[in-house]
Structures are given as structure tokens and as C-alpha cells.
T-cell receptor, first 114, second 119 residues
Framework: AQSVSQHNHHVILSEAASLELGCNYS??????LFWYVQYPGQHLQLLLK??????LVKGIKGFEAEFIKSKFSFNLRKPSVQWSDTAEYFC????????????FGTGTRLTIIP | DGGITQSPKYLFRKEGQNVTLSCEQN?????MYWYRQDPGQGLRLIYY???????QKGDIAEGYSVSREKKESFPLTVTSAQKNPTAFYLC??????????????????FGPGTRLTVL
């Protein structure tokens, strides 16, 4: 069974700092990878996704993630965070065999200090 | 506006009672899902349905039941057998393997959630 690990449970940064949130998955086959974000009081929404091709994926609001197959990782990055990035971030994986199910990580709470 | 609606937003129930959470989507998606979100545990899959009149258990189905009689609706019943029902419940949908493009068929869209409290 596939699993997802997000080792950072709570990250606190100052505005303008650079961000990297870790995500590792355990599945040996082809995968689809996702980052979702949950802003306070809002729906969970898609930040970015990887299906195939360029392993560097760009998403909304200046976020990007890099798929490193050899490390089973899909870390989320942003060069300069803003106070409005305060949210909970979830990494998710799906095996790419017509499988619609996603397996989510436990989430990382990001707090940005103005 | 296309999207997913969940009602009610807050729900209180007495111990020993069954309660049904509503989830409706107007995205014409084939697949629908129910998750439970607890602090520090992420989203855990309760049940999912890939097509009308069919559904499968997720990772934590015990104490829950679902039905999928219509494409747009996927209600979740939390039964009295669920030992720890107080949680935030999220419904989601995706186009599905037969209904979506190859690069988006399993991209899930989420509703606003229902917070259930058992008194």
C-alpha cells in the first residue's frame, strides 16, 4: 500500500523567507503527485500536481515542487513567503493505473510571521 | 457556480444516534469520496465511489455507511457503531477514469466540510 510522509508538522517562518516542505512517498511504480492547501476557513484546494514530463512543476501563488524519483520525494518550495501563505499543506499520491484514490500525508501547518 | 456543497456546516448529535451528512456536486464528476480530518492525522479515506450504484470501503470504513443512488449525491451516515465520531468530514469528487482527461481524472475537488460533534 502506498503511504506519504510529511516530516515537518509545524513550520514557522518570517515573511520573505524561503520555504521548503518535505514530502516522501512509498510506492515503487508510476505515481501522480499533488500538493493541496487549506487556508484558514477555506476549502482544501489544489496548489499543483505532477503527472508526467518535466519534474519541476509550477503551481499557483508562486509555489513549485520538484519530483525526484530516485528519492521518492516531491518537496514544495517557494522562494519568498508572504503572510497570506499561512495555511495547512497536504501532499498526496496516487498510483497511475487508473486509480482515482489519493493517499494524503498528515499535513504541515505553516505559520508566517509578518 | 460549479462545486461541491456539504450540509450542514456544524452538526451535533447525541451518543448512540445515527446521523447523515450530505454531499452534492454539480461538476458532473463520476467519482466521489468521503474523508475524515483529525488534527495531526491528515485526511483519511472513509468510502469512495467511482460510479453510480457502486462504492468501496476506504481505510477507516468501520462505523460508517454510504449510498450512491445519483451521480451528484453521496451521503455519509455516521452510525452509533463509530467509536470516535467527533471530527471534521470532507467530501470530494473527481472526474474519474472514464470521465476525465488523462492528466486530471484523479484531481479531487473538495467541499467546505461538516464538523460533527458528538455530545
Amino acid at each position: 500500500a502506498q503511504s506519504v510522509s510529511q516530516h515537518n508538522h509545524h513550520v514557522i517562518l518570517s515573511e520573505a523567507a524561503s520555504l521548503e516542505l518535505g514530502c516522501n512517498y512509498s510506492y515503487g511504480g508510476t505515481v501522480n503527485l499533488f500538493w493541496y492547501v487549506q487556508y484558514p476557513g477555506q476549502h482544501l484546494q489544489l496548489l499543483l500536481k505532477y503527472f508526467s514530463g518535466d519534474p519541476l512543476v509550477k503551481g499557483i501563488k508562486g509555489f513549485e515542487a520538484e519530483f525526484i524519483k530516485s528519492k521518492f520525494s516531491f518537496n514544495l518550495r517557494k522562494p519568498s513567503v508572504q503572510w497570506s501563505d499561512t495555511a495547512e499543506y497536504f501532499c498526496a499520491v496516487s498510483s497511475n493505473f487508473g486509480n482515482e484514490k489519493l493517499t494524503f500525508g498528515t499535513g504541515t501547518r505553516l505559520t508566517i510571521i509578518p | 457556480d460549479g462545486g461541491i456543497t456539504q450540509s450542514p456546516k456544524y452538526l451535533f448529535r447525541k451518543e448512540g444516534q445515527n446521523v447523515t451528512l450530505s454531499c452534492e456536486q454539480n461538476l458532473n464528476h463520476d467519482a466521489m469520496y468521503w474523508y475524515r480530518q483529525d488534527p495531526g492525522q491528515g485526511l483519511r479515506l472513509i468510502y469512495y465511489s467511482q460510479i453510480v450504484n457502486d462504492f468501496q470501503k476506504g481505510d477507516i470504513a468501520e462505523g460508517y455507511s454510504v449510498s450512491r443512488e445519483k451521480k451528484e449525491s453521496f451521503p455519509l451516515t455516521v452510525t452509533s457503531a463509530q467509536k470516535n465520531p467527533t471530527a471534521f468530514y470532507l467530501c470530494a469528487s473527481s472526474p474519474g477514469f472514464w470521465g476525465g482527461a488523462l492528466t486530471s481524472y484523479n484531481e479531487q475537488f473538495f467541499g467546505p466540510g461538516t464538523r460533527l460533534t458528538v455530545l
